[in-house]
């Protein structure tokens, strides 16, 4: 049986929250029997529910952080190599912090559990748990009505571990957290983003259906009858086919003159003009905007939305990572030069973000990427191997320190300055030298004339 407990929220979410003008023509009576239908002993099967005790976690190869060609991807292969130093206070293993988060989300201390499954994400993006730790992260959330925080962890879910089994229920649940905070258009946009991404998933009948309730909410019947009509005609054997079948009848006998025909016109993107005049969006939507567009390939429209929080909302505890969105979609276009303007900015504007060490590290590869196009951009190795010396210094317990000092090394190298480049290859292995990128600059040492 398929796990329709989402729904059942949807119902109770747009009971409660809805706008009169959004239901102004629904029978007051249409639903009443779905509220208790769906409400009725089957709270155990909302999508992503962990089973009791678990399965074994998985995940594959991560692609964030982050997934533009040439990141470094290590220490992946690196297990004797933790991202804090053994004597670092309050040091835990994955393998403790994996443990202590269970056993918080078996007693329902949700707030414990958020904290260790969140600080194993944090410490061990690597970890072969991580994305089960980060998907329970956000059913923990849930569970607090943190809607938001739950946004983070399960988006985190879709970019960084894109291979874990339930990754489209976290997209899926991403669409049904804006609903729950009234940002119709935001889940619109995560919905239509999941019905393209995910048309195999278990869930794809009822993000069409959430679909048509929330384009109700918004009154756009058009484009709710074009979702409930999917659901009837292509997911016949579907749970929630007599539901839309009794809205899409509903829409169609109030609003005849709408095209009877199908499949109908796709309906156009949204949003078709933007800024947007009426309403005037929060940062915590523009920036889910944005994000939806990026995870869509609308890369323009991405920039557009991180630009426009950034310019309304500067103080915004959104504004920094917002800019840092900003260019890591200019990497995904691989336009390193406009992406390297904007983690430069990052790095004036924001010197004391948490995410200052991706900014610098960014910058430098940025600046690597520029040198590698032509031969008469050598100069940019200099700039690249600055910043990748800054980083190394300012975060040397970072888990990408041992590959930005081998790229300081390669920087050198290829600027021509051999004995340069050997003293940060020997400085590899000497401070990481259990490291992936110690093997490489072991090589590099043995080959280098």
Not at 54 to 79: A, E, L, R
Not at 193 to 199: E, G, M, N, P, W
Not at 206 to 215: K, P, S
Request: hydrophobic residues 30%.
């Amino acid at each position: 049986m398929k796990r329709c407990i989402p729904l059942a929220f949807l119902v109770v979410a747009l009971a409660t929250f809805a706008l009169p003008a959004g239901w102004a023509v629904e029978d007051p009576h249409a639903d009443a029997g779905l509220s208790i239908d769906l409400l009725h002993g089957r709270v155990d099967s909302y999508p992503g529910q962990p089973s009791y005790p678990p399965g074994p976690p998985t995940g594959g190869t991560p692609t964030y952080p982050p997934s533009y060609p040439g990141y470094p991807s290590q220490p992946p292969s690196n297990p004797g190599y933790p991202s804090q130093p053994p004597s670092y206070p309050g040091y835990q293993s994955a393998a403790q912090l994996y443990q202590d988060g269970m056993t918080a989300y078996r007693r329902a201390d949700y707030r414990a559990a958020v904290y260790y499954f969140g600080e194993l994400v944090s410490r061990y993006p690597y970890d072969s748990r991580a994305g089960e730790a980060c998907f329970l992260a956000g059913e923990s959330a849930r569970q607090l009505n943190q809607y938001y925080q739950e946004i983070d962890f399960y988006r985190r879910v879709t970019y960084q571990y894109s291979t874990f089994r339930k990754v489209d229920e976290a997209a899926y649940n991403i669409g049904f957290c804006l609903v729950r905070v009234n940002d119709y258009y935001g889940a619109i946009n995560e919905f239509r983003s999941f019905t393209a991404r995910y048309v195999t998933s278990h869930l794809i009948d009822n993000a069409w259906y959430v679909l048509g309730r929330t384009y109700e909410q918004v009154n756009d019947r058009q484009n709710a009858i074009a979702a409930y009509r999917t659901v009837v005609y292509q997911y016949p054997n579907s749970d929630v086919i007599n539901q839309a079948r009794e809205r899409l009848q509903h829409l169609e006998s109030q609003y005849p003159g709408y095209p009877p025909s199908y499949p109908p016109t796709y309906p156009p993107t949204y949003p078709p003009t933007y800024p947007p005049t009426q309403p005037t969006l929060s940062d915590r939507e523009l920036y889910d905007r944005g994000h939806s567009e990026l995870v869509r390939g609308n890369y323009a429209n991405a920039i557009t939305y991180f630009d426009e929080l950034v310019k309304q909302y500067p103080n915004s505890a959104l504004a920094d990572d917002a800019t840092l969105w900003k260019a890591k979609t200019y990497l995904e276009q691989r336009d390193y030069r406009n992406a390297g303007k904007v983690f430069a900015q990052f790095k004036s504007r924001y010197p004391g973000s948490d995410l200052l060490p991706e900014a610098i590290y960014g910058l430098g590869w940025c600046h690597y990427q520029v040198g590698l196009t032509n031969a008469s951009q050598r100069s940019y190795f200099q700039k690249a191997a600055a910043e990748f010396i800054e980083f190394t210094t300012r975060f040397g317990y970072h888990h990408w320190a041992p590959e930005a000092m081998f790229l300081a090394g390669e920087c050198y190298e290829r600027y021509g300055d051999i004995n340069t480049a050997r003293s940060y290859y020997r400085e590899v292995l000497q401070r990481y030298p259990n490291s992936a990128s110690a093997m490489k600059a072991r090589d590099k040492l043995n080959n280098l004339y």
